[in-house]
């Protein structure tokens, strides 16, 4: 049995390597998707592009304007005299969007009235819209705190009451609040399954198009050893793959495994397993390479739109959160990054460690219940 069963293997790692397109597409294109997409898929907004309309034309107001220029967010590309003027640069893309100070803003201030102070950001991308706007709120209110201190000491007064606390903030595991801690977990995920999903939906249906799956029908080897023989080399294939993305994580992105290894390994494992069994249910389930393609696609779109990957679970509708409980690629997101990044152990991760091998055995036998009728 093992014989047979190693036979097999060899033969799949034979048919993987030998072809110089396919050693590409297994150990290339995942590392340079993994470094372009860690470097383009951010959340963090730096050296954002304003302008500044001037109407006020005070100390009060050029002092803020310096504010935004000493700050490392913020960077000042034009001073423009109307608001046509800013919102053609807004139109053209080349700011991000401005700041106007109204005529008044530093009369409002000497008299202790609120001061009108206007930022117009291009909407378009959303979610960097609300980066930049948090930005600005933080250096106005640090503006507004250190004018509403100059007034009270100048007056004599001592400073009482709510004002006197100070906010320390401090941010667990993450102490920059960088995105990429964030994201590079999940793009493990991402390459970790489409490498598993690739090689193995191709399998079976490689073996039919070719005319050679009835010639290892007629072998002594049996249809549970024909599938074991076929996923093990995509499992070793895969485990190598992983373990070239751990090296360049650290090394290029400085992100360590604080958690525990073994338990990063073994959910990898299980992982491993469900999107091996999945494919094989596509492999058996197609009649060409092409249409194996094009399921694997829909598979794996939504799997990583369904993983928390881009879009945290709990914001999502219940429904599709129900959706979610299916999808294995969820389950190792969730493991990937709290161990990496918080260094969680497994009596925190069992759920998500017991999901993924409750769907990687499901999906296995799903798998082999579907060869035995496509061979019968």
Aim: proline share 5%; with cysteine; charged share 15%.
């Amino acid at each position: 049995m093992f014989g047979r069963i190693k036979q097999m293997m060899v033969k799949e790692l034979i048919q993987v390597l030998r072809d110089p397109r396919m050693r590409g597409v297994v150990f290339v294109a995942p590392i340079v998707m993994l470094i372009v997409m860690s470097y383009a898929v951010t959340m963090d907004v730096n050296s954002v592009r304003i302008a500044v309309l001037d109407g006020d034309r005070t100390p009060e107001s050029r002092e803020l304007i310096s504010q935004f220029a000493g700050s490392p967010w913020f960077r000042i590309v034009a001073v423009v005299d109307n608001a046509h003027e800013a919102q053609d640069l807004v139109d053209r893309e080349a700011i991000h969007g401005y700041v106007a100070f109204q005529p008044g803003f530093a009369q409002a201030i000497r008299a202790g009235r609120s001061a009108p102070l206007q930022l117009v950001v291009d909407g378009t991308d959303s979610s960097s819209a609300r980066v930049i706007l948090g930005y600005v709120g933080d250096i106005v209110q640090r503006y507004s705190a250190s004018v509403f201190i100059e007034r009270v000491a100048r007056a004599g007064m001592t400073l009482i009451g709510p004002d006197r606390i100070r906010l320390e903030p401090r941010a667990w595991y993450n102490t920059n609040l960088e995105s990429r801690p964030f994201y590079v977990p999940g793009m493990i995920a991402a390459i970790l399954g489409l490498v598993s999903l690739m090689l193995s939906s191709m399998a079976i249906v490689r073996e039919r198009e070719l005319g050679t799956l009835e010639q290892l029908m007629v072998t002594p080897i049996t249809p549970v050893e024909l599938i074991i023989g076929k996923t093990a080399p995509f499992a070793c294939v895969a485990f190598f793959e992983l373990g070239i993305v751990l090296c360049i994580v650290r090394v290029l992105f400085g992100i360590p495994v604080n958690g525990s290894l073994s338990l990063l390994l073994f959910a990898a494992g299980l992982y491993v397993m469900s999107m091996i069994g999945a494919g094989l249910l596509i492999s058996t389930s197609c009649r060409t390479q092409q249409q194996a393609t094009m399921t694997n696609i829909l598979f794996f779109m939504p799997s990583i739109l369904l993983s928390g990957f881009m879009f945290p679970v709990a914001n999502m509708p219940r429904v599709i959160q129900w959706v979610t409980l299916a999808n294995p690629m969820r389950y190792f997101v969730e493991v990937a990054r709290d161990v990496m990044v918080k260094g969680t152990g497994i009596d925190l991760l069992w759920p998500q460690v017991l999901a993924l091998l409750m769907l990687g055995v499901v999906l296995l036998a799903l798998a082999s219940i579907r060869f035995r009728k496509t061979v019968a």
